[in-house]
């Protein structure tokens, strides 16, 4: 037998300061989305999510809900595990930084890029602030406070071990050039090379003294290891890298085909994580997209602002693939979405409830109506019947190329071009008009037949969006074929079969209730 292709998918670590936003959801939605697909592609698929659970940050907030810094990211990480479980996600490995077997692996790290000069030891002078846990020069400050959240900073100087970031400037922009997929969108490479990369990199801070919540230098323990290569190694040291020693899992699965990560945080990861990877002689992941926010009413959320929601909330008020809909579907490739409760309505009510949801109903019912729930092909074609096939038929190649772009709402607008296409074949071919016409019999059940198979072929697609759905669909079918490969040529469904009683999939939602 064949092996299956590999391919390794990584969300960013949620910070384990508090509970997760619908805007941090998103990130683990759309892994989600882009991992089921490439299952039911074929692929032996490896999704690693988790938590980044150090910093000076997390011990501030511990110290203040009076507990150790352990007992408050046990707490959070468990919180952060259950959103991402409500979400109906299907990770193969959630992480966590305090894992003892992680935190000896950074050692490892750390001390081999020590001994090969690519760290070494001075003082750090400048600006500090403690939310974003970074230091900035004063030429970076804007209007004398952080350049990335715009909070106050206060005076910092430390001794730290920095690493040679300038040492692999050269080779990373050289790697960005021939490799013009590493980062997408294209918008944000630019960003890297002509804002960070041309102008020059400065050596990185990789060590702090002020805390002790992390993993300790081990050779001079009076230091612990920084963020950017503690929590950045979590990519390789949970797949089984150590210095010196690499599993066969590890082996199997790296590189990283996808690294997907917020916007706000590429420069971590296209620039900081590369460079590591580079000191350590491990190839390249071979893609980081930068994926847009979405906004609340086009503000950021903050809960200063009052303006965040959450996903827990959000599904137990209009159901879990309302939601998981939503926000595939509504978060463009490059640029931010925009998320309201009566954007969510408005959706749900015209794509789910009425695209969707009134197509199985008509059908099902009509067919149980005319006759008996008994689906069956005869076969009595006209025009109106090929353009409907033949857009079933091209939606695989359709949906594969918009995914490999990570053009996910894309993906999601071709299913529903099916789905329209299907409501419009209704029309066109006035089942009700059919049904009174002995004679007609016939050409009734081939409609109502190519009516079933189109929203099977739908429902096998829709499963890497809204898989809970796509199961209610194929039970309601009574099909069990649900894979890519039963939608190339159109008639799969087996002619003669019985159809389940019909059931409504979406409510409508009133604004306002």
Known sequence: MEEKKKFYISTAIAYASGKPHIGNTYEIVLADAIARNKRLEGYDVYFQTGTDEHGE??????????????????????????????????????????????????????????????????????????????????????????????RPVEK???????????????????????????????????????????????????????????VKVDFNDKHVVYVWIDALSNYITFPGYDVDNESDFFKKYWPADLHLIGKDIIRFHTIYWPIILMA???????????????????????????????????????????????VLHEIPFADDGNITEELIAERNNSDLANILGNLVNRTISMS???????????????????????LCENLGSKVKEDMNNLKIAD?????????????????????????????????????????IEAIRVSAVYLQAFIPDTSAKIFDLLNSDETSYESTVHFGVYKSGTKLKEPQILFNRIEIGE
């Open 280 to 326: 350590l002689d491990v190839p390249l992941p071979k893609r980081v997209f930068g994926h847009p926010w979405l906004l609340t009413a086009s503000d950021k959320m903050s809960k200063s602002k009052g303006n965040v929601l959450y996903a827990d909330d959000l599904v137990e008020k209009y159901g879990l693939d309302t939601i998981r809909y939503y």
């Open 411 to 451: 993906a999601i607008t071709d299913v529903f071009e099916v789905l329209r296409a299907a409501n419009k074949y209704i029309d066109e071919t006035t089942p009700w008009i059919l049904a009174k016409d002995e004679n007609q019999s016939d050409r009734l059940k081939t409609v109502l037949y190519n009516l």
């Open 368 to 390: 149980h109506k005319y006759f008996n729930g008994i689906v069956e092909n005869k076969n009595v074609s006209d025009e109106h019947d090929k353009v409907l096939i033949n």
């Open 156 to 214: 910092k100087s430390e001794e730290a071990y920095f690493f040679r970031l300038s040492k692999y400037q050269d080779r990373l922009i050289k790697h960005i050039e021939e490799h013009p997929e590493f980062i997408a969108p294209e918008s944000r490479k630019n960003e890297m090379i002509n804002n960070f990369l041309k102008p020059g990199l400065q050596d990185l801070c990789v060590s702090r003294t002020a805390f002790d919540w992390g």
């Open 57 to 150: 940050k997390i011990e501030l907030k511990a110290k203040e809900a009076g507990l150790t810094p352990q007992e408050f990211v046990d707490e959070k990480a468990a919180e952060i595990k259950r959103i991402w479980d409500t979400m109906n996600t299907t990770y193969d490995r959630f992480v966590r930084t305090s894992d003892p077997d992680h935190k000896k692996k950074v050692q490892h790290i750390f001390k081999k890029l020590y001994d090969q000069g690519d760290i070494y030891l001075d003082k750090y002078e400048g600006w500090y602030c403690t939310p974003c846990e970074s230091f900035f020069t004063e030429t970076q400050l804007i209007d004398g406070k952080c350049p990335d959240c715009g």
